[in-house]
């Protein structure tokens, strides 16, 4: 199974126009132990050792698109959190029952970066979802997906091949990591959804259709907010939304945390790399002409982690409080470039990778 994540949505009134922040906390029991590797993709690469089930979605669109992808684990093609150079985001925050490795089916990580490599908006991005879904779905697997833009956050359910989209108008969303997002709000789903849904024997046909509890148990995956809420006046940032991923964080079980500022501008996407948001600091990623980010973020080979996380769990404890620091300087620095910049060139082509090198020399 891939990992499951606490996500968290902040749209207007909450920040500014045409600006959504995009967050996710990583849950896994294993937290300490796993790595998340975080990888970039040029147009060349994204669908590169694709699955056999993603072959019939690159003949369905010509332009492939560069992604950044934060990978569930060593050597999983797919990944649970994500983003292209179209400013669109999508992540796993729930999945149960995820085909045998060998399946020529999809896991819901297949599904995140075969979804990222050819969506060119939100809407674009949930539809084919759906598409992937009804396609290449298997009976038993339930997963649940954010999606986002500039302009619009997405639910988005599946149940076998069976799917439900909710758009959300809500200025603020927390989605926990225990069941499917999708409820009885449905804006798109799978042709005759109601109609299938009784024929497989999953709906009675009284009442409205509850997706989620045709084919899930478990309570509403809608829970309070974590830390301060955001106030409505256009005031909530990326700051705002790593304090909301430390307070949220449970260090047993909270491996890397992920923030996405998507506007119509430049996009930026911050990742930790390491474990628990609380004992970590983001690391700043932008579509920039060549983006490079450092090779610490990915597993070795004949390793379980990446050079970055096993450098992090050896830590002094006064490292982090240095780090964050540094955090609040690169945050600062990137604002002032971007208040200045309409397009993204090549100075930010090492961002990240500068970034990471430099988080490291703090640990050796």
């Known amino acids: ?15 500014g126009e045409n600006t959504i922040i995009f967050g996710r906390n ?13 990888h970039y993709f040029d147009a060349s690469t ?36 994500g983003a292209n150079d179209h400013n669109v985001c999508v992540a796993v925050s729930w999945a149960a029952q995820e085909p045998a490795s060998d399946s020529d089916s999809l896991s819901s990580t297949d599904i995140v970066r075969l979804t990222l490599a050819i969506a060119n908006s939100a809407v674009d991005a949930v ?23 500039p302009r619009e956050v ?5 149940g076998g091949k069976l799917w439900a989209a909710q758009h ?12 499917l997002g999708v409820n009885t709000t449905i804006d798109k789903s799978s042709d005759a959804l109601g109609e299938k849904l009784k024929a497989q024997g999953f709906w009675d046909g009284e009442g409205d259709v509850n997706f989620a509890k045709c084919f899930d148990a478990s309570d509403a995956t809608v829970a309070e907010w974590s830390g301060d809420t955001p106030n409505g006046d256009g005031s909530y940032t990326l700051t705002s939304m790593f304090d909301t991923l430390r307070s949220a964080a449970d260090g047993a079980t909270a491996r890397s945390a992920t923030v996405s500022v998507l506007t119509t501008g430049i996009s930026c996407h911050w990742f930790t790399a390491t474990p628990n948001a609380s004992e970590s600091v983001f690391k700043p990623f932008v579509f920039a002409p060549n983006p490079k980010i450092s090779p610490l973020t990915k597993v070795p080979l004949d390793n379980t982690l990446t050079l970055l996380h096993k450098l992090h769990a050896q830590r002094k404890p006064a490292a982090v409080e240095d780090l964050k620091a540094l955090e609040t300087a690169c945050v600062e620095e990137l604002n002032s470039y971007l208040a200045e910049h309409p397009t993204a060139d090549e100075e930010l082509d090492e961002l990240m990778k500068d970034c990471v090198e430099a988080e490291v020399k703090f640990y050796r």
């Open 1 to 15: 199974m891939s990992s499951t994540g606490d996500c968290f949505v902040v749209q207007a009134p909450n920040t």
């Open 26 to 38: 990583s849950i896994d029991a294993d937290a300490v132990t796993e790595a998340q590797e975080v």
């Open 46 to 81: 994204a669908l590169e050792g694709k699955p056999d089930g993603g072959a019939d979605v690159v003949k369905a669109n010509g332009e492939i698109l560069r992604v950044i992808l934060q990978k569930s684990r060593a050597g999983a093609w797919g990944g649970d959190v």
């Open 127 to 149: 539809e084919r979802i759906g598409i992937l879904v009804s396609n290449h779905g298997v009976d038993d697997a339930k997963f649940s997906f954010i999606v986002c833009d």
């Open 154 to 158: 997405w639910l988005v359910s599946s």
């Open 168 to 179: 959300v108008t809500d200025g603020l969303l927390r989605i926990t990591s225990n069941g």
